[in-house]
Each structure stands twice: as structure tokens, then as C-alpha cells.
């Protein structure tokens, strides 16, 4: 299309949602004019289904949970009194909390104050944190902000080591519904250790979030910890932002978190009307839906914020996009394979990495640019230099994102813009809000339910199995001397389909004098 059909496009398909000051630009996808009226019927039952999810329907049947993220920002929706009140009750517990270790009132046995913040965690236990903190943090943070996300030795030793001299001063956040959580679990196990080694009463530092009556729940009942946040079974680690696994941290860090909350409800009315001219969720449904291929799947999801501090955009939407959507079987039980990839970058880094793919190799995807119309504070605009005459930093910045999204499209591949007015909590409240919503109807749209997560659950097992090998091949080399190859130990445990396993898990306890030696591809104990 030339550049004027262009424009015309951009004027009759453009959506904003101006309480959030955002606006939605779909005139990069190549959609005919009849998309919109064929896809009505479908988009009906997606605002059908939402409207249920929202009403208090059972949305996971896997373990029949209603879903209920959308009442963490306005409690008014919520289907009865009780989560109602739980929802109010627990965002003014966060508060109160953050004021008083602010205020010094809770501090830590050893220091004047808590100054840094450990959040241990895992998933949405992590990622949704650590976007807010990243977009949102500033000189003037109450707290600094540092995160145990995996189960990895060496970056456990990282931050810990990053905090030495701070323990005495750090307050630390121990994040998992269940509390059965291994990654969460092991990083708040290695916590404990190196308090121990600085002297330190863990107990005294510690915060438990997480559901009542879970086994981190009585953990931190037992030791006595400072407090216990509740998490609430109806929502969903992807969706936690906006609960206490998100609200905490983002308080403690001295957030704005009304703002935050202001902006995902905003966008939850912008995104709740059934008009799909006006709805921009329903929009960027719809344009996944047919840049995928009907629905298909076909085409990967790239990122592109351009705007450093939204780097971490894409590492949130992996799990949000890919967790809620990437499923073996629709709702009728048919084998469908869906999903869509996510990945990406930020703007202009990404020019000089991987858009030479993007416009020149497969067509594989479609984009979306995320832009933010102010660069900075105005204060902080004052003292912008010129890098050419009239010309800053930030003006090739917008120049950039124009060109590369011409360039794409020159070569037919398709894109969507979302644009803000500035960043700030409101705005980073709005954007999460608008994907969680076309999260949703996209579900819908392609017969899957977003909500549960059985693939997740058998990584889980596999690697309970796993462990459970390694501890009989270990015992057995233990109770047996000699060397044995990992073939000979897994006849000798009953377990010959094993062999693999076993050679990978020796292989590491070998590497790390983990009371297994090594000796020409054999191994004994030591």
C-alpha cells in the first residue's frame, strides 16, 4: 500500500484509550475489509466468555478456580463480599506494611533501617516485579530492589554476595502460593544460610507470601517470621502482578501503587466495552489472530519497546502470551498445538542485532513497537543537549522506530504500534491490563483455555523423577564399591531406561566433588 492509504488506514482503524493516554495503531496489518464483520461472531463469544471469567465463573477446571486478577484493581467487580474484602484488606495489610518499614517502625535486630529488598521467587513470582521495578525505578527509590529467580548456585552467590555487607539491612520477601515451590524454596534455603553465616536471625528479616495454611505459611508461623501477606487461589502466577506478589515489593520500592492499580482499571474499561471499533484488547486479539494465520499459530510475536525501561516487556509477555496460550488440546479436547512465540529486545538496540532477519530472512512474525511520546521529565528535558542542531538524542530515537517499522513493512511484514503519552505507573498499570485482556479474547478466539497450565506441571513432575534417580544411583554407589558405568547402575537400581539420566546427574555430582569420582567414563562413590 502506498503512504497516503496508509494514513487513511491509520485514521479509520486507529483505537486509544484516552484516561491511560495510549492509542493503538493497526494499520500495519495487512487485514481486508470485511476482517472485522467476518470475525463479529467470534468476538461476541469472547466478550461472553470474558464477561463470565469477570462474573466468577470456574475458568480452571483443572483445579476449579475461578480467575480473578481483573478484582485486584476494583474490587467492586468481584462476585461476592468475601473477595471482595479479601482484595481490600490485603492491599491495605501491603500498605501498612511498607509504611512502617519505611518509618523504621519494623526494622531489622542489627541496623537503623531495612534499605534493600530481596524478593525470592520464581515465574510470576518474579517476572511482573521485575518489570514494575525496572520501568518505575528511580534515585529516589525508598528501597533498592534484588532478586533470587531461579535455582542457579552461582547466581544465588551473585546477589548474595552483591548484598554482604547489607544483609544486616535487608528485608527479604520469600514469594510462593503453594510454599512447595522448589526454585522459591532453595533460594530462600540459600537466604537462610547466608544470614547464618553473618549471624544473622533470618527470621527477623523475612516475609512470607503466599496462600494460608501453605507449607511456607506454617514456615514462617513456626519461626516466627514478621508478617505473612496472603496470596488468593483465584489468581494465577501470570497474573499476580497486581496482587500482594506485586503490590509488595512495588510499595517497599516506593511506587506509586494507586497509580499502578489506576491504569489497569482504566484500561479494563477501555478494553470492557463489546464495540470492537473502540476496543483496543479486542483489536490486538483480533491482529494476532490474523497475523498468525487465522489463529493458527504460524508467525512469532516480536517485541520491540523503544523505551529502555520497558527492556523487560518481552521476558513478561513470554510467560503471559506463551504459558496462557501455548496448549496440546482446545476446549473440546482436540490435539491443536497452539501458541504464539514471544521474544525481543528493545529499540534502537535491536537494529543492530536481529532486524536484519526481520526484514531480509523468513517471515516468520509480525511486530509490535511500543513507544512512549514523552523521552523524560520535562525537568530532566531542560538540560537535554542537542546532538545535532535541533536535533537530540531522543529524536533519533523516534526516528528510528519510524524507519525500521517502514523498512518491515516494505518488505511485507506486518506490524502493530502502541504508543503512550509518557511512562509512569499509570501507563505500565494500562499496558499489562491491555495484554491480560487480549490474552483472554485471543483465547477464546482459538478454543483454548488461558488459565491453566498442565505442561507446566509435567516439567514439575519430570524433574521430581529426576531427582528421585539421582538419589538411588547415589545410594547405590554409596553401599557398593567399585566402578560402574552409568548403564551397569541403572540394571543394578531396576531402572535401565534411566541410563541417560543417570549420566547427566553423575556427570554434575562429579564435576562438583559431590561424593561421586569419576574414572574413565565410570564412577564410584568417594
Given at each position: 500500500?502506498?503512504?497516503?492509504?496508509?494514513?487513511?488506514?491509520?485514521?479509520?482503524h486507529?483505537?486509544?484509550?484516552d484516561?491511560?493516554?495510549?492509542?493503538?495503531?493497526?494499520?500495519?496489518?495487512?487485514?481486508?475489509?470485511?476482517?472485522?464483520?467476518?470475525?463479529?461472531?467470534?468476538?461476541?463469544?469472547?466478550?461472553?466468555?470474558?464477561?463470565?471469567?469477570?462474573?466468577?465463573?470456574?475458568?480452571?477446571?483443572?483445579?476449579?478456580?475461578?480467575?480473578?486478577?481483573?478484582?485486584?484493581r476494583?474490587s467492586?467487580?468481584?462476585?461476592n463480599?468475601?473477595?471482595?474484602?479479601?482484595?481490600?484488606?490485603?492491599?491495605?495489610?501491603?500498605v501498612d506494611?511498607?509504611?512502617?518499614?519505611?518509618?523504621?517502625?519494623?526494622?531489622?535486630?542489627?541496623?537503623?533501617?531495612?534499605?534493600?529488598?530481596?524478593?525470592?521467587?520464581?515465574?510470576?513470582?518474579?517476572?511482573?516485579?521485575?518489570?514494575?521495578?525496572d520501568?518505575?525505578?528511580?534515585?529516589?527509590?525508598?528501597?533498592?530492589?534484588?532478586?533470587?529467580?531461579?535455582?542457579?548456585?552461582?547466581?544465588?552467590?551473585?546477589?548474595?554476595?552483591?548484598?554482604?555487607?547489607?544483609?544486616?539491612?535487608?528485608?527479604?520477601?520469600?514469594?510462593?502460593?503453594?510454599?512447595?515451590?522448589?526454585?522459591?524454596?532453595?533460594g530462600?534455603i540459600?537466604?537462610?544460610?547466608?544470614?547464618?553465616?553473618?549471624?544473622?536471625?533470618?527470621?527477623?528479616?523475612a516475609?512470607?507470601?503466599?496462600?494460608?495454611?501453605?507449607k511456607?505459611?506454617?514456615?514462617?508461623?513456626?519461626?516466627?517470621?514478621?508478617?505473612?501477606?496472603?496470596?488468593?487461589?483465584?489468581?494465577?502466577?501470570?497474573?499476580?502482578?497486581?496482587?500482594?506478589?506485586?503490590?509488595?515489593?512495588?510499595?517497599?520500592?516506593?511506587?506509586?501503587?494507586?497509580?499502578?492499580?489506576?491504569?489497569?482499571?482504566?484500561?479494563?474499561?477501555?478494553?470492557?466495552?463489546?464495540?470492537?471499533?473502540?476496543?483496543?484488547?479486542?483489536?490486538?486479539?483480533?491482529?494476532?489472530?490474523?497475523?498468525?494465520?487465522?489463529g493458527?499459530?504460524?508467525?512469532?510475536?516480536?517485541?520491540?519497546?523503544?523505551?529502555?525501561?520497558?527492556?523487560?516487556?518481552?521476558?513478561y509477555?513470554?510467560?503471559?502470551?506463551?504459558?496462557?496460550?501455548?496448549?496440546?488440546?482446545?476446549?473440546?479436547?482436540?490435539?491443536?498445538?497452539?501458541?504464539?512465540?514471544?521474544?525481543?529486545?528493545?529499540g534502537s538496540?535491536?537494529?543492530h542485532?536481529?532486524?536484519?532477519?526481520?526484514?531480509?530472512?523468513?517471515?516468520?512474525?509480525?511486530a509490535?513497537?511500543?513507544?512512549?511520546?514523552?523521552?523524560?521529565?520535562?525537568?530532566?528535558?531542560?538540560?537535554?543537549?542537542?546532538?545535532?542542531?535541533?536535533?537530540?538524542?531522543?529524536?533519533?530515537?523516534?526516528?528510528?522506530?519510524?524507519g525500521?517499522?517502514?523498512?518491515?513493512?516494505?518488505?511485507?511484514?506486518?506490524?502493530?504500534?502502541?504508543?503512550?503519552?509518557?511512562?509512569?505507573?499509570?501507563?505500565?498499570?494500562?499496558?499489562?491490563?491491555?495484554?491480560?485482556?487480549?490474552?483472554?479474547?485471543?483465547?477464546?478466539?482459538?478454543?483454548?483455555?488461558?488459565?491453566?497450565?498442565?505442561?507446566?506441571?509435567?516439567?514439575?513432575k519430570?524433574?521430581?523423577?529426576?531427582?528421585?534417580?539421582?538419589?538411588?544411583?547415589?545410594?547405590?554407589?554409596?553401599?557398593?564399591?567399585?566402578?560402574?558405568?552409568?548403564?551397569?547402575?541403572?540394571?543394578?537400581?531396576?531402572s535401565?531406561?534411566?541410563?541417560?539420566?543417570?549420566?547427566?546427574?553423575?556427570?554434575?555430582?562429579?564435576?562438583?566433588?559431590?561424593?561421586?569420582?569419576?574414572?574413565?567414563?565410570?564412577?564410584?562413590?568417594?
Amino acid at each position: 500500500m502506498d503512504k497516503l492509504t496508509l494514513w487513511r488506514r491509520y485514521k479509520d482503524h486507529l483505537v486509544t484509550c484516552d484516561s491511560v493516554g495510549m492509542t493503538l495503531d493497526i494499520s500495519r496489518i495487512d487485514f481486508d475489509d470485511t476482517f472485522f464483520e467476518r470475525m463479529a461472531p467470534a468476538m461476541e463469544k469472547a466478550y461472553a466468555a470474558m464477561d463470565a471469567l469477570e462474573n466468577g465463573a470456574i475458568a480452571n477446571p483443572d483445579e476449579n478456580r475461578m480467575v480473578g486478577h481483573y478484582w485486584l484493581r476494583d474490587s467492586r467487580l468481584a462476585p461476592n463480599d468475601e473477595i471482595a474484602a479479601q482484595v481490600d484488606s490485603t492491599k491495605q495489610a501491603v500498605v501498612d506494611f511498607a509504611k512502617a518499614v519505611h518509618s523504621g517502625d519494623i526494622k531489622p535486630p542489627t541496623a537503623a533501617k531495612f534499605t534493600d529488598l530481596l524478593m525470592i521467587g520464581i515465574g510470576g513470582s518474579a517476572l511482573g516485579p521485575q518489570l514494575v521495578a525496572d520501568a518505575l525505578g528511580a534515585k529516589k527509590d525508598k528501597m533498592a530492589v534484588h532478586f533470587l529467580d531461579n535455582t542457579d548456585p552461582d547466581g544465588f552467590d551473585r546477589v548474595l554476595n552483591q548484598l554482604a555487607s547489607k544483609l544486616k539491612s535487608t528485608l527479604v520477601v520469600v514469594t510462593s502460593k503453594s510454599g512447595g515451590t522448589p526454585e522459591a524454596r532453595n533460594g530462600m534455603i540459600e537466604a537462610q544460610t547466608a544470614y547464618a553465616r553473618k549471624k544473622l536471625d533470618f527470621a527477623k528479616h523475612a516475609v512470607a507470601v503466599t496462600g494460608e495454611g501453605s507449607k511456607l505459611d506454617q514456615v514462617a508461623v513456626s519461626e516466627n517470621w514478621i508478617t505473612r501477606i496472603p496470596m488468593f487461589d483465584w489468581v494465577g502466577g501470570r497474573t499476580s502482578v497486581m496482587a500482594s506478589v506485586g503490590l509488595l515489593p512495588a510499595a517497599l520500592q516506593g511506587l506509586d501503587i494507586e497509580a499502578f492499580l489506576r491504569g489497569a482499571t482504566d484500561m479494563d474499561k477501555c478494553t470492557r466495552v463489546h464495540d470492537t471499533t473502540h476496543n483496543p484488547a479486542a483489536k490486538l486479539a483480533l491482529m494476532w489472530y490474523h497475523a498468525t494465520g487465522n489463529g493458527k499459530g504460524e508467525k512469532d510475536m516480536v517485541i520491540l519497546p523503544y523505551k529502555d525501561r520497558l527492556l523487560l516487556m518481552s521476558r513478561y509477555l513470554q510467560q503471559l502470551v506463551m504459558e496462557s496460550l501455548g496448549k496440546k488440546h482446545d476446549l473440546d479436547g482436540n490435539v491443536v498445538r497452539q501458541g504464539i512465540a514471544v521474544y525481543g529486545n528493545k529499540g534502537s538496540t535491536d537494529q543492530h542485532a536481529y532486524v536484519q532477519q526481520l526484514r531480509d530472512g523468513v517471515n516468520n512474525f509480525f511486530a509490535t513497537f511500543i513507544t512512549v511520546l514523552q523521552d523524560q521529565t520535562p525537568q530532566m528535558a531542560k538540560h537535554r543537549p542537542e546532538v545535532d542542531p535541533g536535533v537530540t538524542s531522543g529524536d533519533y530515537l523516534w526516528g528510528f522506530w519510524q524507519g525500521t517499522r517502514e523498512a518491515l513493512y516494505e518488505e511485507g511484514r506486518g506490524s502493530i504500534l502502541i504508543t503512550f503519552d509518557k511512562l509512569d505507573a499509570v501507563t505500565v498499570g494500562a499496558l499489562i491490563a491491555l495484554y491480560e485482556r487480549a490474552v483472554g479474547f485471543y483465547a477464546t478466539l482459538v478454543n483454548v483455555n488461558a488459565y491453566h497450565q498442565p505442561g507446566v506441571e509435567a516439567g514439575k513432575k519430570a524433574a521430581a523423577a529426576v531427582l528421585d534417580v539421582q538419589h538411588k544411583a547415589v545410594e547405590f554407589l554409596k553401599n557398593n564399591s567399585g566402578t560402574f558405568t552409568a548403564e551397569k547402575i541403572a540394571d543394578k537400581i531396576g531402572s535401565p531406561q534411566d541410563a541417560e539420566t543417570i549420566y547427566h546427574t553423575l556427570e554434575h555430582l562429579a564435576a562438583n566433588k559431590r561424593g561421586v569420582g569419576k574414572s574413565r567414563g565410570k564412577y564410584k562413590g568417594k
